[in-house]
């Protein structure tokens, strides 16, 4: 037996929200109850999973039998259902590109040519790339990434040094991500943004040189293990 088995009421889905970032979960709904698979049983468990506020906890074997923790007897067997990624079984919607509450004045934000060239601390790529380079990287190359997956396969990975695979490549104004080349216009901009829309800094607001963005939770990113990007499927982490 090597995998977790987590029965939640319909009435606590919004508590998935807090792994709903984590690669490899799965949710089924089945009445009023929510069924959520794909956490191993041999490895130590994530504090955001112990956190969950199951109704049950089985232990899963084989044939699908279902065993209370620690009990040699099962007491019942996993039901056919539909399973999902997590990452679709709850959505999320992400903030519009314009900055949330009253203000007495709207401008439109601009990205201009920017007077000098940055390194690159962010890059987004299609997860097909990525796998085929962190599947032979040296460790040391991976260790100090990380990555999060949108529901297209796009991969954004952020981290010094980037891989060099073929990609978009970013540079970090504190929590914003910029197209590199490009700057704001005027560069507080960035400062009034962030206090805006962005205030607790945890997330990370990902602009295109049309001054469109969207807002990526920084929940969202895992540690750039080879497991974590074997395990990573289409679906994604984020919108």
């Given at each position: 037996?090597?995998?977790?088995?987590?029965?939640?009421?319909?009435?606590?889905?919004?508590?998935?929200?807090?792994?709903?970032?984590?690669?490899?979960?799965?949710?089924?709904?089945?009445?009023?109850?929510?069924?959520?698979?794909?956490?191993?049983?041999?490895?130590?468990?994530?504090?955001?999973?112990?956190?969950?506020?199951?109704?049950?906890?089985?232990?899963?074997?084989?044939?699908?039998?279902?065993?209370?923790?620690?009990?040699?007897?099962?007491?019942?067997?996993?039901?056919?259902?539909?399973?999902?990624?997590?990452?679709?079984?709850?959505?999320?919607?992400?903030?519009?590109?314009?900055?949330?509450?009253?203000?007495?004045?709207?401008?439109?934000?601009?990205?201009?040519?920017?007077?000098?060239?940055?390194?690159?601390?962010?890059?987004?790529?299609?997860?097909?790339?990525?796998?085929?380079?962190?599947?032979?990287?040296?460790?040391?190359?991976?260790?100090?990434?990380?990555?999060?997956?949108?529901?297209?396969?796009?991969?954004?990975?952020?981290?010094?040094?980037?891989?060099?695979?073929p990609g978009?490549?970013?540079?970090?104004?504190?929590?914003?991500?910029?197209?590199?080349?490009?700057?704001?216009?005027?560069?507080?901009?960035?400062?009034?943004?962030?206090?805006?829309?962005?205030?607790?800094?945890?997330?990370?607001?990902?602009?295109?040189?049309?001054?469109?963005?969207?807002?990526?939770?920084?929940?969202?990113?895992?540690?750039?293990?080879?497991?974590?990007?074997?395990?990573?499927?289409?679906g994604g982490?984020?919108?």
């Amino acid at each position: 037996m090597n995998e977790l088995i987590i029965v939640l009421s319909q009435a606590d889905k919004a508590a998935l929200g807090s792994v709903r970032c984590m690669p490899g979960l799965q949710a089924a709904g089945e009445g009023e109850l929510i069924w959520l698979r794909g956490i191993s049983a041999n490895e130590k468990i994530d504090l955001r999973i112990k956190q969950l506020p199951g109704l049950h906890t089985y232990t899963l074997d084989e044939q699908d039998h279902l065993f209370p923790p620690g009990a040699l007897t099962p007491v019942a067997k996993l039901p056919a259902l539909s399973w999902q990624p997590l990452s679709q079984f709850i959505t999320v919607e992400l903030p519009v590109s314009a900055m949330p509450g009253k203000i007495s004045q709207r401008h439109t934000i601009q990205l201009v040519p920017a007077q000098k060239m940055e390194p690159g601390e962010a890059l987004l790529t299609d997860l097909v790339t990525w796998k085929a380079w962190a599947e032979q990287a040296p460790l040391v190359r991976l260790q100090p990434l990380i990555f999060a997956v949108s529901e297209n396969d796009r991969v954004l990975i952020m981290g010094t040094p980037l891989p060099p695979i073929p990609g978009k490549e970013y540079i970090l104004r504190d929590t914003i991500l910029l197209p590199g080349g490009y700057d704001f216009d005027p560069p507080i901009t960035a400062v009034l943004l962030e206090t805006q829309v962005n205030p607790h800094k945890d997330a990370w607001l990902l602009f295109d040189s049309n001054g469109q963005w969207q807002m990526i939770s920084k929940d969202c990113f895992v540690p750039a293990t080879r497991s974590a990007v074997r395990l990573t499927t289409g679906g994604g982490m984020y919108e």
